[in-house]
């Protein structure tokens, strides 16, 4: 269970802080979608950075698995990070200097949850077993984007979270990219939190928040 | 200054204004750059400007002298006499007072500057001659107190060996109570026509210069050295200020792109990047080339020292401003500066008024680039050992050393790759293997550093084998050739005997010295009568000898020959040669001779005497535990005055003291070019430090923390500079024995040979360890301490 | 000769003089000062007079082989007292030195030599006349008739002297006023020496003959500390006549000129400041500098109006006080021959 409850957030602007997140709390269970949207500035990413844990909410609580994040040092945080989360953006997710497979098993290496046979596998269901040797600067975004999936996947995180994954790719690529999404993270129990702006893909997910305000909806 | 201009002028500068300490990043690079340059510079146009004078200087042994054969000394009217006959001499009297030398002298006639000291520095002519001034070490002038100088006036200077005086010959005829002169120096320049000495002054004898004093070319050599260093923190420098450039293009690329696109035409921009750059650089020079004359001026008295101490020559030891030195540190840094702009003038020009904002790494070699370092690598290679097999004279040696270095430099970023990929391939953790690939991924970005790093270590490590080398040689050196105790002067004939007969009784061993020139295989050269003893047996080092070569010299049947005179005459050991009598004898082995521009033979006393039977010893050297000692009883039998015999430990250990200055010098210089070597890297990943956040930022998300990245980034550079200074080992020493070997035959005759210091070595390594870790400290510090919210912009959709 | 060599010991600073010798008699107290309407006494002043700071024996002169080359030759022997204390012997406070050179039209040779006095290495003596310093000499039974010996280490001369008319006397009967300020020496000349003899030179041994001019100047007193150097002609033209005559170069306003013309029988006029001139026409690099080596030289009151030109532009005297000095052709109103002298070009 990711929970967040009460969670508060202000940022330095011209004038003093800006608050962005006014007391938001939500529930995602394992194996449960949510799709997260709102307009430009709203928050979403923000909200998104907080429940991943790289980014510190000013008040409220953050409880992965029953544990606390704000209440933890820097690296118990990206303990849970590499164990429990899965990270997806909309871009530069991938580590340019390793190559395909190598950014594939990176974090389930860090997690020392690697399994060689499910990452073939899910190289193979994203179509990317002959890009294995490839760097990413060679990759097509679309190809990118399968890439940070399968990586998120292999880790075998209890939560993926995923900020606008197909918002840098046509429209005829962010689809199949979301369908191979869906159905891969389906096969898992894994809860998966995604920000998007487009209500296409947010009725894909079982459930939907709206972000206005500072408040959700 | 139109509006247009005014405004792109602002917007460019505004950077500056609001990163300053990028602004200081800059100019210190260039300042620094330029500051070891103009130091080295400075330091050696001095020293060669005082050469000349230097060679000038009167010395013992530089100068023929004439000495009366009788013993007496010379007298006023027979030096009146030669020089109203156009023999071009000048009056000397030594003689001992208590425990100082007093040397009285004629400063109208005498050649060169005499005591080592420019007489207008600290005392005029007027003084000199009219008020009898002595000029004296600062430490001797309590010895010289007393009624004799009551009336004198004391000068000191540092440069004058200790427990030496100088003064008027008339102050030392008075102080010494003896109006003959002790002998007359020589002229090396001498007019058209002079009678011959046997017809004016038949009762003097010439004594030509003796080698020992004859150590101008020793000077040359360091002078060398120094131009080596001048030449590798140029190579050095240049690097800095490319990167310096680049590092101001990079952080800039965006307002350019956005000036172009705002309609700015790209030859006015263009030029205004240019005047900018070039002010910036003009000031980065100047502040440079104070902060060298400042570095020079620290170092030159102990290079003034050195060359004073060890060679007897004289540099002032005061810097002048040359031009020379100045204006070519402001020509290296405009010249750098302009190189480094073009390429980037060029890349501006050709960058679409519409392309990405994001800085690119400024030297991502592509697979081109570093084809094309490897083939010019090659080729240099390849052009050295060219030269190598087929080349001579000193410019080739200096143009080997150049392909070398830069041969080194190019193949580094490749030779890096192939090691990193080695190592990458052979790490297992996750962390490592990202880790490898991620250096990899650095190094066209630090490759520009890299290079310098290599050349400076590199440089020190040659710089420092040499000198090092050079000192261990004329160490042992000096060791066997000023073995004797005592050194004693005899006047005749029957002196001559009688000390011989005197020495065999008191001294442990007696050394003769009896020279002649002579021709042999076609060249002038110097036979050296030698009585073979202990002290040649056990001390003498021969570069090349057969095991019984003393016996065979000591037999007649075999001389020894110095590495000049075998190099010139393409001899060597077990090679006849044929004496001045027909005779021939067998070459059995070679001796170092450094510093001595002359071929010389060293034969057995006995086949001397042959060849010269009118010849007898004038000079001895004895061996003795009690040289206090033996100098009474040799006065007292013999009757030779004690000032005619000279107590060598303390010339020997003013020799050695003078060594140690030059390696205050050397390890100054070698943190220096460390120093720059550094800021070359500070730089370096101050400019990869934007650039590398987009590629931290994923392995930051996926649960490296900050903090270990950090350190990492430390680690990184650490690595980097092991690696490099493990390569700079094998380069160092290629060029110090380019030096050694090459450069130094070609120049004087004589190769020193080459030693090795692993313990400097690895202090050298320890200090550019140090200077890579204070360079790469503040970029992990900051990389450690960037905000979450820097690291999640990456990631951010509305960019 | 004239101001030149006060120049030298007195107002142009004491670096261009060899290195070493600074100070050197920087004071006039103690010494004798020239006083107006001189009474000389010969021979005795063609000797020394040590009571005075400096003194000189200046012989310039101009000269051509049997094939036609032109030739110019030098000798000046120079004495300095560092004090006027009279001491003899090894205490002796006078110093001297001299200069030698020969002008070739494509070389031009000098040396110097110097000497402590008091120890018979150098001297003059007024009768019978002998002036020396190691073995170069100038000497005779009297000052009309005399031998005239130097060398280097490239170059020789052997040279014979014959006067043919009377001594000259400069300024006011040899009172020779050097500056606005007053500043003054004693100056006497011997232009009419006839020369003959030998130079040994790199090429071969030269016979030549021609005129000379000898200088004899002494004095105790500095010149203006504004004067930054000189240019002095002596000139003889083919008509008999002859002229002296000098430009100080004042760093505060116009040059100070003198000038003394000569009959042919020896009957002299000088001229007070301003009448002579003397105007740079073109300079020439020598030894890193420029000099003029061509001159419009004029004299209104006797008519001339000439131009001066060097005979090799090359002239300098590289030694410890660095000078130009050689022979030149005079064209114009005169024409003739004669010597120049240039200081002060840094």
């Given at each position: 269970m990711l929970k967040l409850s009460n969670v508060e957030k202000s940022f330095a602007g011209n004038d003093g802080l800006i608050p962005v997140l006014k007391g938001v709390s939500l529930a995602i269970d394992a194996g449960e979608s949510v799709a997260l949207t709102g307009e430009s500035g709203s928050g979403k990413s923000t909200l998104l950075h907080i429940a991943a844990g790289l980014e510190i909410a000013d008040q409220g609580e953050v409880v992965i698995d029953d544990q606390e994040l704000s209440g933890l040092s820097e690296s118990d945080r990206a303990q849970v990070r590499r164990e429990k989360i899965g990270v997806v953006f909309q871009q530069f997710n991938l580590i340019p200097s390793l190559n395909v497979s190598a950014n594939i098993a990176f974090q389930a290496r860090l997690n020392s949850s690697f399994d060689a046979q499910y990452v073939q596998h899910l190289a193979e269901s994203f179509g990317l077993q002959d890009q294995l040797n490839s760097f990413p600067e060679t990759l097509s975004g679309g190809q990118q984007q399968r890439v940070a999936i399968a990586r998120s996947l292999a880790a075998r995180p209890k939560f993926i979270l995923a900020d606008e994954p197909t918002g840098n790719l046509d429209e005829t690529t962010a689809a199949s990219v979301l369908d191979e999404m869906l159905e891969l993270v389906a096969k898992t129990s894994a809860g998966l939190l995604m920000v998007t702006h487009s209500n296409t893909v947010a009725a894909r997910m079982k459930r939907g928040l709206h972000l206005s305000g500072g408040h959700l909806a | 200054m139109n509006t247009l201009t005014r405004t792109c002028f602002v917007a460019l500068f505004s950077h500056w204004r609001r990163n300053p300490l990028q602004l200081i990043t800059f100019l210190t690079g260039l300042a620094i750059a330029t500051a070891l340059w103009s130091g080295v510079q400075a330091i050696n146009s001095e020293a060669r400007a005082s050469y000349d004078a230097a060679a000038a200087t009167l010395d013992e042994g530089q100068f023929d002298q004439l000495l009366a054969s009788d013993g007496n000394g010379v007298a006023l009217s027979t030096y009146i006499m030669l020089r109203r006959n156009g023999w071009q001499v000048s009056p000397v009297i030594e003689g001992r007072l208590g425990e100082v030398r007093i040397i009285g002298i004629d400063p109208l006639t005498a050649p060169g500057s005499l005591t080592g000291v420019e007489l207008n520095e600290q005392v005029s002519l007027n003084s000199f001659l009219g008020k009898g001034a002595v000029l004296t070490h600062p430490e001797t002038t309590s010895v010289l107190s007393g009624k004799a100088f009551e009336q004198l006036e004391i000068v000191t200077n540092r440069n004058i060996a200790p427990k030496l005086a100088f003064t008027d010959i008339s102050v030392a005829q008075r102080l010494l109570g003896q109006s003959d002169f002790s002998r007359l120096i020589v002229s090396n320049m001498q007019p058209l026509k002079r009678p011959d000495l046997s017809s004016i002054a038949p009762q003097l004898l010439l004594q030509r210069a003796t080698q020992s004093a004859d150590l101008g070319e020793l000077t040359d050599s360091f002078h060398l050295n120094l131009t080596a260093f001048g030449l590798l923190s140029f190579a050095v420098g240049i690097f800095i200020v490319h990167g310096a450039i680049g590092l101001a293009f990079e952080q800039r690329r965006g307002t350019i792109r956005t000036l172009r696109a705002l309609g700015v035409p790209l030859r006015r921009l263009t030029t205004l990047v240019a005047c900018e750059i070039l002010s910036l650089a003009f000031l980065g020079a100047m502040i440079g080339i104070a902060l060298g004359y400042f570095v020079a001026a620290a170092l030159l008295p102990d290079v003034a020292a050195t060359l004073r101490g060890l060679y007897g020559a004289d540099v002032t030891g005061q810097l002048s401003l040359r031009p020379e030195w100045w204006a070519s540190g402001l020509a290296i840094a405009m010249l750098g500066a302009a190189l480094a702009m073009a390429g980037k003038l060029f890349s501006i020009a050709r960058m679409p008024v519409l392309a990405s904002p994001r800085p690119r790494a400024w030297a991502i070699a592509t697979g081109n680039t570093r084809r094309w370092q490897a083939a010019s690598a090659l080729l240099l290679a390849v052009l050295a050992l060219a030269l190598l097999a087929y080349g001579s004279g000193l410019t080739v040696g200096f143009m080997l050393q150049g392909c070398l270095l830069t041969a080194a430099a190019l193949m580094l970023p490749l030779l890096l790759d192939r090691i990193l990929s080695f190592i990458q391939n052979r790490s297992n953790g996750v962390v490592s293997h990202w880790f490898w690939a991620d250096t990899r991924q650095q190094l066209p970005g630090l490759s520009l550093a890299l290079m310098a790093l290599l050349l400076a270590v590199a440089a020190n490590i040659g710089v420092s084998t040499m000198v090092s080398s050079f000192r261990l040689t004329f160490v042992e050196f000096l060791d066997q050739r000023l073995a004797p105790e005592l050194y004693i002067n005899v006047q005749n004939e029957e002196q001559s005997k009688a000390m011989d007969r005197a020495l065999s009784q008191n001294a442990r061993e007696t050394i003769v010295i009896m020279s002649e020139r002579a021709e042999v295989a076609g060249l002038p050269v110097e036979l050296e009568a030698m009585r073979v003893g202990a002290t040649h047996r056990q001390d003498w080092k021969l570069l090349e000898g057969q095991t019984d070569a003393w016996d065979s010299l000591e037999g007649g049947s075999g001389v020894l020959a110095n590495e000049q005179f075998v190099r010139r005459a393409g001899l060597w050991t077990g090679d006849d040669v044929e004496l001045p009598n027909g005779s021939k004898v067998e070459v059995v082995g070679i001796v170092g001779d450094y510093g001595n521009p002359l071929g010389q033979l060293y034969i057995s006393e006995k086949l001397f005497l042959d060849l010269f039977p009118d010849r007898f010893p004038l000079r001895f050297g004895a061996r003795t535990d009690d040289p206090k000692a033996l100098r009474e009883t040799l006065n007292a039998e013999v009757g030779v005055p004690t000032s005619a015999m000279t107590d060598q430990a303390a010339v020997k250990e003013f020799s050695l003291q003078v060594f140690e200055r030059t390696f205050t010098v050397t390890a100054a210089l070698n943190v220096l070019t460390l120093s720059v070597a550094g800021f070359a890297m500070l730089m370096s990943l101050l400019t990869l430090a934007d650039l590398r956040v987009p590629q931290l930022a994923p392995v930051w998300a996926l649960g490296l923390t900050r903090r270990q990245l950090g350190r990492l980034e430390l680690l990184r550079a650490l690595a980097l500079a092991a690696t490099v200074c493990l390569l700079a080992l094998p380069l160092g020493l290629a060029l110090a024995w380019i030096l050694l070997a090459i450069v130094n035959v070609e120049a004087f005759g004589w190769r020193l040979p080459m030693f090795l210091f692993p313990w400097d070595y690895t202090k050298l390594w320890f200090y550019a360890f140090c200077a890579a870790l204070l360079a790469a400290c503040w970029p992990a510090l900051r990389l450690a301490r960037t905000p979450p919210n820097a690291l999640l912009k990456v990631f951010a959709n509305e960019r | 000769m004239n101001v030149r060599w006060f120049l030298i010991f007195c107002?142009?600073?004491?670096?261009?003089?060899?290195?070493?010798?600074?100070?050197?008699?920087?004071?006039?107290?103690?010494f004798s000062l020239p006083t107006p309407k001189p009474k000389f006494s010969f021979p005795e002043d063609h000797g020394p007079h040590p009571d005075y700071r400096i003194e000189w024996w200046y012989l310039t002169a101009n000269l051509e082989s049997e094939d036609g080359r032109d030739f110019g030759l030098q000798w000046t022997l120079f004495r300095s007292a560092?004090?006027?204390?009279?001491?003899?012997?090894?205490?002796?406070?006078q110093v001297w030195f001299a200069h030698a050179a020969v002008t070739t039209a494509e070389k031009h040779f000098a040396t110097e030599r110097f000497a402590r006095g008091g120890i018979g290495q150098a001297g003059v003596v007024a009768e019978p006349f002998h002036a020396w310093i190691d073995e170069w000499h100038m000497k005779g039974i009297d000052f009309d008739n005399m031998n005239l010996v130097a060398q280097g280490n490239d170059f020789a001369y052997n040279m014979t002297l014959d006067a043919q008319g009377p001594l000259v006397f400069h300024g006011d009967q040899g009172f020779s006023v050097k500056s606005a300020e007053g500043q003054a020496s004693y100056y006497y000349s011997q232009p009419f020496f006839t020369i003959e003899g030998t130079l040994e030179l790199p090429e071969g041994v030269v016979e030549v003959s021609g005129s000379a001019w000898l200088d004899r100047e002494w004095s105790s007193q500095p010149l203006s500390a504004s004067q930054s150097g000189w240019d002095w002609f002596s000139l003889s033209f083919d008509d008999g006549a002859k002229l002296m005559g000098f430009r100080l170069r004042q760093s505060d306003g116009p040059a100070y000129t003198a000038s003394t013309w000569i009959e042919p029988d020896g009957s002299t006029q000088s001229f007070e400041n301003g009448v002579f001139s003397a105007v740079p026409q073109n300079e020439k690099p020598v030894a890193g500098r420029d000099i003029p080596t061509l001159w419009r030289v004029q004299l209104p009151d006797k008519g001339v109006d000439v131009t001066v030109e060097a005979m090799n532009p090359q002239a300098w005297m590289g030694i410890s006080i660095p000078y130009w000095e050689g022979p030149v052709r005079v064209t114009g109103s005169h024409s003739g021959e004669g010597y120049l002298e240039m200081t002060g070009y840094e």
């Open positions: - | - | 107002v142009l600073p004491w670096a261009a003089f060899a290195q070493g010798f600074a100070g050197l008699g920087a004071d006039a107290d103690g560092l004090s006027s204390d009279g001491a003899e012997g090894w205490n002796s406070s």
